[in-house]
């Protein structure tokens, strides 16, 4: 499965530079004869992707980090990674292994994995409440709801200190009729969140004939994403749905 995503990335690499070519063409000419040419814009199905198929599918993280495609002129700069985030309370990178800012510093250890869980539900979930009863069966559906309640007010204490030991007195982790969210008073910066927004922004442009921006806004995405959402969780599964 590695090498196959590995495959996949490498060819993303190999489109994305022609994707430059393709949208400076489109922008700085047009064809001699009037016509409108169109183009067939392709990437491989992992589905046709080999474990041994192709040489791309013995490529190393190492070697396609090496071969990144520099920004094109007038493409929007990578993003800032957590800690350097501007005016972001919270900075969460959870595309690839979760990276967590706080207040200017990054949390290097969960003292609770389950903290650690509830965390990553909010975080998807940010915007929308949720219930407790949600939490208390995602976690502890084989648990009795006493027994849930008191494991998940366990976890929310530990995340608590978590997110607070950072140095602020504000509360990250509002409860409020019956439902945990992120506090809406702070800023949080998601890198999955900014992810889908520029995919959005960038469908829009392309439906609307701007390529520029089109591609401009899909490397930009390809930028944000660093790896699977919340790769280096290994103990859940509720999220699986929404990396795929």
Same mark, same amino acid.
């Given at each position: 499965v590695q090498q196959g995503i590995e495959a996949i990335l490498a060819s993303w690499e190999r489109h994305i530079t022609m994707a430059e070519e393709e949208a400076r063409h489109l922008v700085s000419s047009a064809p001699r004869d009037g016509k409108q040419r169109r183009r067939r814009w392709w990437a491989p199905s992992p589905?046709?992707?080999?474990?041994?198929?192709?040489? !791309? /599918?013995? !490529?190393?993280?190492? %070697?396609?980090?090496?071969?990144?495609? &520099?920004? %094109?002129? $007038?493409?929007?700069?990578?993003?800032?990674? &957590? /800690?350097?985030?501007?005016g972001a309370e919270v900075a969460a990178c959870v595309l690839g292994p979760l990276d967590l800012t706080v207040a200017g510093h990054r949390v290097l250890r969960w003292n609770s994995l389950k903290a650690r869980t509830v965390f990553q539900y909010l975080v998807v979930q940010i915007g929308r409440p949720v219930r407790r009863e949600v939490l208390m069966e995602l976690m502890w559906p084989d648990h009795s709801v006493g027994s849930a309640r008191n494991n998940l007010n366990a976890a929310l204490y530990s995340l608590r200190n978590t997110l607070d030991q950072q140095g602020t007195r504000v509360p990250y982790i509002?409860?409020?009729? $019956?439902?945990?969210?992120?506090?809406?008073?702070?800023?949080?910066?998601?890198? #999955?969140?900014?992810?889908?927004?520029?995919?959005?922004?960038?469908? !829009?442009?392309?439906?609307?004939?701007?390529? =520029?921006? !089109?591609?401009? $806004?899909?490397?930009?995405?390809? #930028?944000?994403?660093?790896?699977?959402?919340?790769?280096?969780? =290994?103990?859940?599964?509720?999220?699986? &749905?929404?990396?795929?």
């Amino acid at each position: 499965v590695q090498q196959g995503i590995e495959a996949i990335l490498a060819s993303w690499e190999r489109h994305i530079t022609m994707a430059e070519e393709e949208a400076r063409h489109l922008v700085s000419s047009a064809p001699r004869d009037g016509k409108q040419r169109r183009r067939r814009w392709w990437a491989p199905s992992p589905s046709r992707v080999g474990p041994t198929g192709t040489a !791309a /599918a013995q !490529a190393t993280p190492a %070697a396609l980090a090496q071969t990144a495609v &520099p920004p %094109a002129a $007038g493409v929007e700069p990578a993003p800032a990674q &957590p /800690a350097t985030v501007p005016g972001a309370e919270v900075a969460a990178c959870v595309l690839g292994p979760l990276d967590l800012t706080v207040a200017g510093h990054r949390v290097l250890r969960w003292n609770s994995l389950k903290a650690r869980t509830v965390f990553q539900y909010l975080v998807v979930q940010i915007g929308r409440p949720v219930r407790r009863e949600v939490l208390m069966e995602l976690m502890w559906p084989d648990h009795s709801v006493g027994s849930a309640r008191n494991n998940l007010n366990a976890a929310l204490y530990s995340l608590r200190n978590t997110l607070d030991q950072q140095g602020t007195r504000v509360p990250y982790i509002l409860y409020k009729d $019956g439902c945990y969210l992120p506090n809406p008073e702070l800023m949080w910066w998601i890198d #999955r969140t900014e992810f889908l927004s520029t995919l959005q922004h960038a469908e !829009a442009a392309r439906r609307g004939g701007q390529p =520029r921006q !089109a591609v401009s $806004g899909y490397l930009r995405a390809v #930028r944000l994403y660093r790896g699977p959402l919340f790769e280096d969780d =290994r103990d859940g599964d509720w999220y699986l &749905p929404e990396q795929r």
